[in-house]
């Protein structure tokens, strides 16, 4: 439809409107108008935008196979998501081959994605819950089919709720919870590590360090790894890490941003205390001879580079998160302190540190958010729980 404008600030121009109505669904679609400045390119404009619904509405096919497809989408994507992304998808992609083989992406339905699910519980013996395996695979599923609705599909074969809709309340598993340690037990692990790193030789300290700073910062493991000794600032008066980087030991490079943030972006954490400052600096010398000693060099000025590996050194690769996870076990072995079947690993000093920041009278939730890298809603509904030692506090009140 074309219409040449009387009034307003396109007076004197031709708009050019098109009312395409959806071939699968029936219903009339919205599309932008625009403007031309005579009829003779109105027209042209107009052939276009035609041009431009069709192409969209072109897509996929409803006949191709769905798993092929699905392989299609997940390479197009590789370059936008990480490599530990991509290989999750991946492993949706090579289960989509094996389950649905040369099934349609027409004659994927609801009921035909639910049998997939309960077959592949069936088959691995996983769990049900949210971020369990079926879940990714699920929402991997449902991702790649909202960009067919309208198109190809009349609606998302993947509901929504799909883990509710598929499975009973009594099929579904308990996550298992993190590990929170308390304060007395934070200052144990303290002083275990601060006893060993004085009774044993640098190559030995890495990870001893590395703990430390995790139970005073709550940092994620991958950016503890990339940490150089310039990311210490002092704001405000206080002494911190200021952030930009990540490691990841699957790629086995530095990822060049912190998690799930642009490139450019950094961020303070949490103040560190005097003698863990002290200590870094002490390290930063030490690091220095034995470098020097053995012929090596730090040119990223990385603060974990893994002395006891001479070969990861020379190729400035940092201690893994699996050396750190082993080290606090063992530390934790040494305490008697035990997970009593929650999970014990780094990441107990984040959710810890989460919890307690939420339970501290004074503190702001933005504020502890933005130090610990998560939006607000991420901090409260994943990290924060109760805080053992203010459970302990308010029975103690109640039964007083």
């Not at 709720?161 to 144990?188: A, G, H, I, P």
């Not at 600096?281 to 001879?289: A, F, I, L, R, V």
């Not at 400035?316 to 997970?339: A, D, F, R, V």
Request: overall charge positive.
């Amino acid at each position: 439809m074309i219409k040449k404008m009387t009034t307003g600030k396109h007076k004197g121009e031709y708009q050019v409107r098109i009312q395409p109505i959806n071939k699968i669904t029936g219903k009339r679609e919205s599309w932008p108008v625009a403007y031309a400045s005579n009829r003779s390119n109105a027209k042209a404009l107009e052939r276009q935008m035609w041009a431009d619904y069709e192409e969209g509405m072109q897509l996929a096919d409803g006949n191709t196979v769905f798993a092929e497809e699905f392989r299609k989408y997940i390479n197009r994507k590789k370059n936008t998501i990480s490599p530990v992304t991509y290989r999750d998808w991946n492993n949706s992609a090579n289960e989509f081959e094996k389950y649905f083989k040369n099934t349609k992406i027409k004659d994927i339905s609801e009921r035909l994605v639910e049998q997939f699910a309960r077959d592949f519980i069936h088959k691995h013996k996983a769990t049900v819950g949210r971020a369990t395996v079926i879940d990714h695979r699920l929402t991997h599923m449902r991702s790649f089919f909202n960009e067919l609705i309208g198109k190809v599909v009349k609606e998302n074969p993947v509901p929504e709720q799909y883990l509710d809709k598929f499975f009973r309340k009594n099929e579904f598993s308990v996550r298992k919870q993190r590990y929170l340690f308390t304060n007395s037990e934070l200052e144990l692990i303290k002083k275990q590590i601060q006893g060993a790193l004085n009774h044993t030789t640098i190559d030995k300290w890495g990870t001893r360090l590395a703990l430390w700073i995790d139970l005073e910062t709550g940092m994620r493991p991958g950016e503890i790894q990339a940490l150089k000794f310039n990311n210490l600032i002092t704001e405000d008066g206080y002494t911190t890490f200021k952030i930009n980087d990540s490691w990841s030991d699957y790629a086995r490079k530095f990822n060049g941003t912190l998690k799930a943030r642009p490139k450019g972006y950094s961020r303070c954490c949490l103040p560190i205390s005097q003698e863990l400052i002290d200590f870094i600096d002490t390290y930063k010398k030490e690091q220095k001879k034995f470098l020097k000693y053995h012929g090596l060099t730090n040119p990223k000025g990385l603060i974990f580079l893994n002395l006891h590996d001479y070969k990861t050194c020379a190729n400035n690769i940092p201690i893994t998160q699996k050396s750190m996870n082993e080290m606090l076990k063992k530390i934790c072995g040494e305490l008697n302190i035990s997970g009593n079947g929650s999970q014990l690993s780094m990441y107990s000093f984040r959710h810890t540190l989460c919890t307690k920041l939420a339970n501290k009278p004074g503190i702001s939730y933005p504020w502890a958010a933005e130090r610990m890298g998560n939006s607000l809603s991420i901090f409260m509904r994943v990290y924060v729980k109760t805080d053992r030692d203010v459970n302990q506090k308010m029975m103690d009140n109640w039964m007083a």
